[in-house]
């Protein structure tokens, strides 16, 4: 491949490497020029262009990422059109992801032309979340190193998304005096939500006295009728024969492993009691906040094998996060304070468009608009989440029921969206640095997309603006920094933050998502050629 400066009689055939604005058009970089353009770019007095020409035996970028991706060898996954020399490859049904890290490192070691990137190894991801990129970087590449791709694509099974399945399961919690009925209610309200991803639940929940006995009956009751079982203790275990590992055992059970490096989540009991698993919970699985339990039970739901060898290799990566109310009194004043994002799901809109039907109640493969947008929320890496109702809220807080979202009725929805704006901020922790704002009727953009936005907040240390953009246009979501919150409280009528963003004295960083960023579907039209169903 020649780059370079090309005169334009030299230039016909060749990639154009800047996008140029010419007769009232857009030629795109890495058109390939025709004798059209070039009279077009010679008519508007342009001389020359800075291109890369094809040699003998190249590929261009679109073929060879194409090329790549049909080698692949993966399950439960699409490929998606080649599109600037990158092969997008989607999740096909929600589930675990797994990767042959070795195969991926070889593929990227043929020449730096050619990337693959992919999600973490046991990464939960919903249908239709990216799962892995490909990337040629230049122009165009020797097809020999594309070939040399394909032979060690072709070698065995790359990466595969294993399907969660749905499971019943049955429900323990151990009481003491000393543990609030309400926190039994809400850990229970809590399980049955990230169980929810998987289209599993809890069929029957017993509440026993925090005794060996007890609890081993209760276990017994309820694996007859269940998949597995989980046990939540009202203290933590500390030793081997503590009640829960003795229940498990009493109950008939085994106990394979007590304790996982990983933290949180260090207290789980991996137990068995015949093929069914019973796992003791730790107490960080109380909070919806990622932990080691998380790691452990989506293993289960994608059948993927859990044993005690796999707990003890999950140290590499598990640390997770630090438990607030541990004491490190020598660090703190060292230790720089975390960026943290809430996210508010605006989902209190009219939906006046739509006739008679509500957009956010409309059914993307058979799940509520709401519900899918609330879960890809909840399942970013968010420290709050809040939804924010108004029109037919009980509706649409019924299609998020056993989802661990906070919910705020907004009255004064029908003023138009600075009402839910600063329902939603009012809403937020003082703990988080900046909003997602999150419009509950973009199908389109995934968990992905909300991660890459937070990753460029927290970048920023929490100081700058984040926007999705499409094709460089300005879309949604946004992040604002709290800095902001007292300007989006000022706020009147159907306004949202484009001003804020426009005028505010801050750094404002894009994140292009695609076309997911102005994917909004509010006529039937555009919501049916989106894949939803309207229910009126």
């Given amino acids: 491949m020649k780059f370079g400066v090309f005169r334009l009689e030299e230039a016909e055939g ?86 042959d890290a070795v195969l991926i490192d070889a593929v990227n070691s043929v020449d730096p032309a050619i990337t693959i990137a992919t999600l973490a190894p046991n990464t939960s991801v919903e ?32 990466f595969a998304v294993r399907p969660f399945r749905a499971r019943k399961v049955g429900l323990v919690q151990t009481e003491l005096p000393i543990l609030k009925t309400s926190v039994l209610d809400k850990t229970a309200r809590i ?98 906040k990622l932990n080691g339990f998380d790691w452990v039970l989506d293993r289960i739901l994608a059948d993927v094998e859990v044993t005690p060898k796999v707990l003890a290799g999950m140290g590499v990566g598990g640390l997770l996060m630090e438990i607030p109310t541990r004491p490190q009194l020598r660090e703190a004043a060292d230790r720089p304070k975390a960026v943290t994002v809430g996210a508010m799901l605006l989902a209190a809109g009219r939906s006046s468009r739509m006739g008679t039907g509500n957009k956010l109640l409309s059914e993307f493969d058979g799940e509520a608009l ?13 420290a709050f989440s809040v939804a924010v109702l108004g029109h037919q809220a009980e509706e649409v807080g019924e299609a998020l ?26 809403a937020m922790p003082e703990t988080v640095a ?34 999705a953009t499409h094709g460089g246009k300005r879309g949604n979501p946004v992040i604002l920094p709290r800095a902001l919150f007292p300007e989006v409280m000022e706020l009147e009528g159907d306004t949202g933050a484009r001003r804020i963003i426009e005028t505010a004295a801050l750094e404002v960083v894009d994140v292009e998502l695609g076309p997911a960023a102005s994917l909004d579907v509010d006529t039937p039209d555009v919501l049916q050629a989106a894949g939803g169903v309207l229910r009126r």
């Avoid at 998606?80 to 092969?87: E, L, Q």
């Avoid at 106990?255 to 789980?268: A, F, H, K, Q, T």
């Fill in 14 to 99: 060749a990639l154009l490497a800047h996008a140029i604005n010419v007769d009232g058009r857009r030629i795109p970089k890495a058109h390939r020029l025709t004798a059209g353009d070039i009279a077009s770019l010679r008519a508007a007095g342009i001389g020359q262009v800075t291109a890369a020409k094809l040699d003998e035996g190249d590929l261009d970028e679109d073929e060879a990422a194409a090329r790549i991706a049909a080698a692949l060898r993966f399950d439960n996954v699409e490929v998606r059109a080649p599109a600037t020399g990158r092969v997008n490859l989607h999740a096909t049904a929600a589930g675990l992801f797994t990767v």
């Fill in 127 to 158: 249908a239709g979340q990216m799962v892995a990129t490909i990337k040629v970087i230049p122009f165009a590449v020797p097809e020999r190193l594309v070939a040399d791709a394909e032979l060690i694509c072709r070698q065995r099974e790359a």
């Fill in 191 to 288: 399980t049955q939500g990230r169980l929810a991803r998987s289209g599993s639940s809890i069929t029957r929940e017993i509440r026993a006295a925090h005794d060996e006995s007890a609890v081993a009956e209760a276990i017994r009751t309820l694996i007859a009728d269940n998949d597995m079982v989980i046990v939540f203790g009202a203290s933590a275990v500390c030793d081997e024969d503590d009640v829960i590992p003795a229940a498990i055992r009493l109950a008939g059970g085994t106990v394979e492993r007590i304790g996982m490096p990983v933290d949180p989540g260090n207290l789980l009991i991996l137990g068995r009691l015949g093929d069914k698993p019973v796992l003791g919970a730790p107490g960080c699985a109380r909070s919806p």
């Fill in 370 to 382: 709401v519900r899918r947008s609330a879960k890809r929320v909840l399942a970013s890496r968010t």
């Fill in 401 to 426: 029921d056993g989802l661990a979202i906070e919910r705020v009725i907004n009255p004064d929805y029908a003023d138009g969206l600075s009402s839910s704006l600063k329902a939603g901020i009012r």
């Fill in 434 to 467: 900046g909003a997602l704002i999150v419009l509950a009727d973009m199908p389109a953009v995934t968990t992905q997309d909300l991660d890459r936005m937070i990753d460029a907040f927290v970048q920023a240390g929490g100081k700058a603006i984040v926007r």
